[in-house]
């Protein structure tokens, strides 16, 4: 019977470790965010509201500081600094508050893919659409030169963007993509916001994108969406898959390197993934990474291919996980048969 009080102390050991101590360790080292919203607006704003009420409490925190120490300079300075930041995540929220009203106006309106295909010269000017024989207007080296990265294809992007998200990507990029404290008038965005021309724009917009939807094929692997969304900035090594952006380019556009993604479904998981590109300044406040709008579906995919790359054994290494405890198992057993005929003896 001893054994059995020793074995159940080892069982309840290990699983006080396992499902007590374990997962409270995680939500220490990784604060607690909501899960990945792919309805964007409500992501934008769930998200601005946060950083504001930090800023509330960050404010609190600098004047209670300074009314202990009135002649405090830096507090002083401190409590100013705090009040401009949350002017400017005020700021933030309304911005996407009239970004998101626009694009839900443009989502009401039936998309003409016809007048769309003759609008889509306003993207050709950088973009290539391979599907329909449009290459890109200038080759790698120009582009990485000219934008630090190399432009994307836009043969996949109808599918693979959600389709609110194109709107509002094609009306005001920086915002759209997160990056507006990086990019602004002195350090313009790359990609310019559509103005229209001339007619309704909020039309021009549903006619691009209806174009966009009308082009792209169906069934998208894995690996497709990978190249359509990430790999302009970050290198696959163990697939062999390499950015076409030069890397220094790169690095002065984004103003740090992109890495490399073969092991980070190993060290962040899939659950981290899914809200970093969704929306990577939720989980990294002030990240160089841009949102990438990508449908629900679309963000499996690149899941599911970083799974495939980068954890390629896992369910070998599950079945000899279940294959082992078995033995194991069986082992007990005959030791334990095995233990109790030698000591009835010795008694
Ligand atoms: C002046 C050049 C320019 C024009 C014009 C332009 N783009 Fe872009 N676009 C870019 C660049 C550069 C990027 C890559 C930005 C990056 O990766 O940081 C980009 C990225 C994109 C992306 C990928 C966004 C993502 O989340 O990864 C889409 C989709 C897109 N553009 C659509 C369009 C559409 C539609 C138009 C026409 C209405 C257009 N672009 C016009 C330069 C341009
Ligand atoms: C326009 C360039 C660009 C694109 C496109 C892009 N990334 Fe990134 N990514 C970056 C940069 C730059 C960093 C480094 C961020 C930093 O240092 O703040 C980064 C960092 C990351 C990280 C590391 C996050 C961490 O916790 O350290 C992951 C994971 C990632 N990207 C995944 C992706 C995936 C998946 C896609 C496609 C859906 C993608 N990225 C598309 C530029 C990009």
């Given at each position: 019977?001893?054994?059995?009080?020793?074995?159940?102390?080892?069982?309840?050991?290990?699983?006080?470790?396992?499902?007590?101590?374990?997962?409270?360790?995680?939500?220490?080292?990784?604060?607690?965010?909501?899960?990945a919203?792919?309805?964007?607006?409500?992501?934008?704003?769930?998200?601005?509201?946060?950083?504001?009420?930090?800023?509330?409490?960050?404010?609190?925190?600098?004047?209670?500081?300074?009314?202990?120490?009135?002649?405090?300079?830096?507090?002083?300075?401190?409590?100013?600094?705090?009040?401009?930041?949350?002017?400017?995540?005020?700021?933030?929220?309304?911005?996407?508050?009239?970004?998101?009203?626009?694009?839900?106006?443009?989502?009401?309106?039936?998309?003409?893919?016809?007048?769309?295909?003759?609008?889509?010269?306003?993207?050709?000017?950088?973009?290539?659409?391979?599907?329909?024989?449009?290459?890109?207007?200038?080759?790698?080296?120009?582009?990485?030169?000219?934008?630090?990265?190399?432009?994307?294809?836009?043969?996949?992007?109808?599918?693979?963007?959600?389709?609110?998200?194109?709107?509002?990507?094609?009306?005001?990029?920086?915002?759209?993509?997160?990056?507006?404290?990086?990019?602004?008038?002195?350090?313009?965005?790359?990609?310019?916001?559509?103005?229209?021309?001339?007619?309704?724009?909020?039309?021009?917009?549903?006619?691009?994108?209806?174009?966009?939807?009308?082009?792209?094929?169906?069934?998208?692997?894995?690996?497709?969406?990978f190249?359509?969304?990430c790999?302009?900035?970050h290198?696959?090594?163990?697939?062999?898959?390499?950015?076409?952006?030069?890397?220094?380019?790169?690095?002065?556009?984004?103003?740090?390197?992109?890495?490399?993604l073969?092991m980070m479904i190993r060290s962040r998981g899939a659950e981290y993934l899914e809200s970093f590109i969704n929306?990577p300044?939720?989980k990294?406040?002030?990240?160089?990474m841009?949102?990438v709008?990508l449908?629900?579906?679309?963000t499996q995919k690149v899941i599911n291919y970083l799974d495939?790359?980068g954890?390629?054994?896992?369910?070998?290494?599950?079945?000899?996980?279940?294959?082992?405890?078995?033995?194991?198992?069986?082992?007990?057993?005959?030791?334990?048969?095995?233990?109790?005929?030698?000591?009835?003896?010795?008694?």
């Amino acid at each position: 019977m001893k054994e059995l009080k020793i074995l159940a102390v080892l069982v309840i050991f290990t699983l006080v470790t396992y499902i007590g101590i374990e997962p409270f360790a995680h939500t220490q080292l990784s604060p607690h965010t909501a899960p990945a919203d792919f309805n964007y607006e409500q992501e934008d704003t769930a998200l601005a509201k946060v950083r504001i009420e930090e800023a509330k409490a960050a404010l609190t925190k600098a004047e209670a500081n300074l009314a202990k120490q009135p002649d405090n300079e830096n507090l002083a300075k401190a409590v100013q600094g705090a009040k401009q930041d949350l002017e400017a995540r005020e700021n933030d929220l309304s911005a996407y508050k009239t970004l998101w009203e626009q694009v839900n106006a443009i989502s009401t309106l039936n998309g003409n893919a016809e007048s769309g295909a003759e609008l889509f010269v306003a993207c050709t000017a950088c973009h290539g659409l391979k599907s329909q024989g449009f290459e890109a207007p200038f080759d790698n080296a120009m582009s990485s030169e000219s934008y630090g990265v190399v432009i994307p294809d836009l043969s996949l992007a109808g599918a693979v963007y959600d389709k609110k998200f194109l709107a509002a990507l094609i009306i005001n990029p920086t915002q759209a993509l997160k990056l507006s404290k990086k990019f602004n008038d002195e350090n313009p965005f790359p990609m310019t916001p559509f103005y229209g021309f001339g007619e309704d724009l909020n039309q021009e917009v549903a006619d691009i994108i209806a174009y966009l939807k009308s082009v792209t094929p169906q069934n998208i692997s894995d690996k497709e969406t990978f190249d359509t969304a990430c790999v302009r900035c970050h290198d696959i090594k163990y697939d062999a898959f390499y950015s076409p952006s030069e890397k220094s380019a790169l690095k002065r556009y984004m103003g740090s390197n992109p890495p490399d993604l073969s092991m980070m479904i190993r060290s962040r998981g899939a659950e981290y993934l899914e809200s970093f590109i969704n929306d990577p300044q939720k989980k990294l406040d002030g990240t160089a990474m841009p949102r990438v709008g990508l449908t629900k579906e679309h963000t499996q995919k690149v899941i599911n291919y970083l799974d495939k790359i980068g954890d390629s054994k896992k369910d070998e290494r599950r079945n000899v996980g279940i294959g082992m405890v078995i033995f194991f198992a069986i082992l007990a057993f005959f030791a334990y048969k095995w233990k109790n005929g030698v000591w009835r003896e010795l008694h």
